[in-house]
Structures are given as C-alpha cells and as structure tokens.
C-alpha cells in the first residue's frame, strides 16, 4: 500500500518529536429522518402500550425512514454536518469507515454511495459489520489508520434504517428500535505524550461467535437470499450486555491508564435505559454524567452512540479536553468501548 507524503511527513516529524500520534475528534454530526412513531402509534399494530415500553426500556418514540430514504441517505446528511461542525470541506477526507447492519445494497458498501455524494473521489471507503457495537468498531479501525499514517482525515459514520429489517408483527423486537445516523471526523494530530492529550486514548473490541442465537437476522444474502427480520432473546440479551458491557469500559479505561473517576462523560450504546443504568451502576458513575437519548431516538444500532455524542456535544454537555467514554455491544455478540479526550 503506498502511503501518501502528507502522512509520511507526518509520522517524520512525529517520531523527530517523540510525540504520539492521535486520532482526534474535530467534529461530529447526526440526521434523524422526519417521520416519528411514537410508542402510541406502536399500540395501534401490536398487542403493547407507550406504559410497558416506557416501563421497560425508557423508549417513548422513534424516527423512521421514508420510503425511498436509504442508510446512504442519512449518512450523507450526518456526515455533511459532521464537516461543518470541524470547518472542513469534504475532499479532506481520505478514508471513510461506515458502520451499518442495514446497507443500501448488498455490494457495493454504503460507504462508496457516502464517498461519491460527498463528491470524495481519493482514499478508501468501506464498511464495517458489527451490528450495535458497529461506531466502536469503525472508530478503532479508523483510528488504527490515523495512527499508522495511511491516512489523514477520516469520517467514522454509524447508519442505520433498521425499521427495515423489522418483523412489525414481533411486539418483543419492533418497539426497541429506530432509524438514523451519527458521524465523526476524525484527524490525524500529534499528542504530547500519555494520557493527557486529546484524541482516541484507547479502543477495545470484543466479539463472542457462540451467542449468535441470542440476537440476529433470519436472512441473508448466501442462506436465504433475503435480508430477514430480527429475532432476539430480550432477557438474555440484556443479561450478557450489563455484564459485558461494565468490563470492557473497565478494560479500556486500564488502557488509557484512566480509572472510573477520571471520567466526564459516558456515552453508552443506547439499546434500553435499564441496561444502560445498569452499566453505570456497576461501574460507579453519576447518572448525570451518562448522556441518554434513548427516550427519543430507541435503538438505532451503529447510530446510537454518535447521535448522542453529537447531542450532548451539541448542546454544551460534553467540552473540549474532557474524557469520553463509548461503549455498545451488539449481535454476534459483538462488544467494544473506546476512551477519547475531546
Ligand atoms: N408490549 C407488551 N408486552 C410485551 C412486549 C411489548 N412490546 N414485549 C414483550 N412483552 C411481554 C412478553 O411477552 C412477556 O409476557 P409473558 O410474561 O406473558 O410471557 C412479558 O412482556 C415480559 O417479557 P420479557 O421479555 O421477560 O420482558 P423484559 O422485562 O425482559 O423486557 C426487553 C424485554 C425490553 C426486550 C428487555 O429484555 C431488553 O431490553 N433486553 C435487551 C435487549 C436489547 O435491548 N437488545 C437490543 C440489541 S442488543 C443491544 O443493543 C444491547
């Protein structure tokens, strides 16, 4: 792979420094699609009420795509936002990473749909799988690019219209989730040294292949030739994610050389309020400071966690140089967390 000469000057003047390069955060991004459901309308087609939705999972509504409105779509929107937030022109970027479990088309990944209408015609762009835990891991990978010099500006975006994949007769799966996108633009700059510096600290991925019955499509391209429609066992699921969830943030805090108390902010995968309650117990952390939105957007999987990064960026919550802490876990199971000073 050859490696550009912005890059390799880069990474000579980094190790002339001695300094650590880190993947920053210059500006992240979010679209929610205009239709709301809320959990009334929800009552209308399954046996359910907005008192057992809320009761269980905190969800009161959801935005839904619009026929015709595709993940590249939101994408797009989110990623576009993202650049206007870090003042820079799309033909910066030379890498993007897309996470989604809901393409537009079987091949060629959404990422290229995303490259081509942002008019970016250099890099790499493709997309990973890993479900709900979907941002965490494309931020590791692109991160894992920055550091290593094969590129410089990369958009990490999570997009997903997962109402599409949704058995709307299942009242146990169809409640839980929404449809939108979140986007971060992330650069290549150079620290000062550990772990005082701004950037991706850590990321920390996980994936467990024997819990596969637990959450997953009934389709796909090579067994069924259809995409399928979730199926889940909600309890187990849950179990499993408090669990997992409260180790990996432990993991990548350790990494960062951090500990519970040196965090400003999580922001959690936001699959049910009581899972993400349940992490922030065990771990000790101040409700106030987990950021929540799952209220208002469900579980929109690799979406979740830049749409609240960007909400609670948005609104003022979360400043510049303070300690971040995403975690998600999803399907597979798949599970990760990453540790970033903004
Ligand atoms: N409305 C009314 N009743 C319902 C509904 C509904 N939408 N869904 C299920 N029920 C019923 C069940 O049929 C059951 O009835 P029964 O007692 O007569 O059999 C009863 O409610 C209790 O069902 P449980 O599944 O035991 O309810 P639980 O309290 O576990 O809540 C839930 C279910 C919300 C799915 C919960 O288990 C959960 O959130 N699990 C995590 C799963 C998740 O969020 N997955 C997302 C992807 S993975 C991730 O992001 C971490």
New binding site residues.
């Given amino acids: 792979m050859s490696i550009r000469p912005a890059a390799l000057k880069r990474e000579a003047s980094a190790a002339a420094a001695g300094a650590t390069v880190r993947s920053v955060i210059a500006g992240c991004g979010s679209y929610l699609p205009e239709r709301i459901m809320t959990n009334h309308d ?1 009552a209308k087609m ?4 907005d008192e ?2 809320v009761e ?2 905190g969800i009161r509504h959801r935005h839904i795509a619009a026929e015709g409105e595709n993940t590249s779509h939101l994408a797009v929107k989110a990623s576009e936002r993202a650049l206007a937030a870090a003042g820079m022109k799309a033909d910066v970027v030379d890498l993007i990473v897309l996470a989604t479990a809901t393409p537009d088309e079987t091949f060629p990944a959404t990422a290229t749909r995303v490259q081509e209408r942002l008019g970016i015609v250099r890099g790499a762009a493709f997309d990973v799988q890993a ?2 835990s979907g941002f965490i891991y494309a931020l590791a990978v692109a991160d894992n690019f920055l550091r290593l010099g094969q590129a410089d500006t990369a958009l990490v975006i999570g997009a997903e219209t997962f109402s599409r994949i949704l058995d709307w007769k299942d ?7 929404g449809d939108g996108a979140g986007a971060v633009v992330l650069k290549a700059g150079q620290g000062r040294g550990l772990p005082t510096d701004r950037g991706v600290l850590t990321t920390k991925l996980h994936s467990d292949g024997r819990q596969h019955d637990l ?1 997953y499509a009934t389709g796909g391209v090579s067994s069924t030739r259809t995409a399928g429609v979730v199926r ?1 066992d ?2 187990k ?2 179990k499993h ?1 408090v669990e997992r ?1 409260a180790e990996v943030v432990e993991e990548s805090l350790a990494g960062a050389g951090l500990t519970s108390a040196d965090v400003d902010w999580v922001v959690p ?1 936001q ?2 309020r ?2 993400i309650d349940g992490v922030g117990k065990k771990l000790g952390l101040p409700a106030e400071r987990v950021v929540v939105t799952v209220d208002h957007h469900a ?1 929109t ?1 690799a979406a ?1 966690v830049p749409l609240a990064l960007t909400e609670a960026v948005g609104d003022g919550r979360i400043q510049r140089d303070e300690v971040v802490v995403m975690e ?4 597979g199971f798949t599970w990760g967390a990453a540790v970033v000073r903004m």
């Fill in positions: 929800l399954v046996d359910t009420s057992w939705i269980r999972t479900v709900c009242r146990s799966t169809c409640v839980l989730f959450l889940m909600g309890p699921v849950f994610a969830l995968h699959a049910n009581r899972i579980n999987s979740s998600a876990m999803g399907g």
